[in-house]
């Protein structure tokens, strides 16, 4: 499956580069944009976020059914509004991070950056309707809660684990600094667990996963991975 709205941090474009999921289900805990779920087309996956705008787009995703999402508005033209339109406040979250890409926050007006369709981005209209319209059926399996990390059991599974990260994380709606908590938080996990961050992350043994391409140039992306025993397993440098 492909996105099924822009996110900051997102890791669908990376999502090939970590182990694919081992054991089932796969959980994600700070869920975001789902985009390693969604990478690997897993069938069973337990989300949480502690942002209620996310959680609330992934219910409404969760449970819509591909003619009501055909029937949004495309909002054509620059300065249409969500808020000119009757639909449900989870619609206008979905609609919003379109009009916004790799923002960690919707919008509610269309901009003339955000109808932009250069290198073939693809933008909120007919043809990201019939994506998301499409993969619908996909999701039907996957759980979403408003939690915070902590208040999720713990149970053997493929943990996909990608908090905001300690250098540039000041950009999601909710911040985050108890890296201390959630170190040890990951090394409790069961089953295969694989921690996402940024080169100079010091809380958990990284390991380099690869420099890869970003709207602002290039970043170095690092790994933690555990097994079943949760005995660290660094990917070398």
């Known amino acids: 499956m492909r996105p099924f709205f822009p996110y900051y941090g997102s890791k669908w474009n990376i999502a090939r580069h970590y182990p694919a999921p081992a054991n089932v289900p796969v959980i994600e805990p700070f869920a975001g944009a789902a985009g390693y779920s969604t990478f690997y087309g897993c069938d069973k996956v337990k989300m949480f976020d502690v942002d ?20 949004l508005p495309d909002l ?4 249409d509004c969500v808020d000119d339109f009757d639909l449900p406040q989870e619609a206008k979250w979905l609609i919003g991070f379109w009009l916004n890409r790799g923002s960690a926050q919707p919008k509610k007006s269309r901009t003339a950056y955000s109808a932009r369709s250069d290198k073939g981005q693809l933008n909120w209209g007919g043809k990201a309707k019939e994506r998301i319209a499409s993969q619908l059926s996909g999701i039907r399996n996957w759980t979403i809660e408003n939690r ?3 208040e999720v059991p713990d149970e053997h599974a493929t943990w996909f684990i990608d908090p905001p990260y300690q250098e540039k994380g000041k950009y999601y709606r909710f911040s985050f600094n108890d890296f201390s908590s959630l170190s040890e938080w990951c090394k409790s996990r069961s089953g295969k667990v694989i921690v996402c961050e940024g080169v100079g992350a010091d809380w958990l043994p990284f390991g380099k996963l690869g420099e890869f391409k ?16 949760n005995k660290p397993n660094r990917i070398s440098a």
């Open 148 to 150: 915070s990390f902590e």
């Open 214 to 229: 970003t709207t602002k140039g290039k970043a170095l992306e690092v790994v933690y991975l555990a097994d079943n025993d």
């Open 52 to 71: 209620p705008i996310i959680s609330g787009v992934w219910d409404y995703l969760i449970q819509v059914t591909a003619e009501e999402v055909m029937r």
């Open 76 to 79: 054509p033209n620059a300065g």
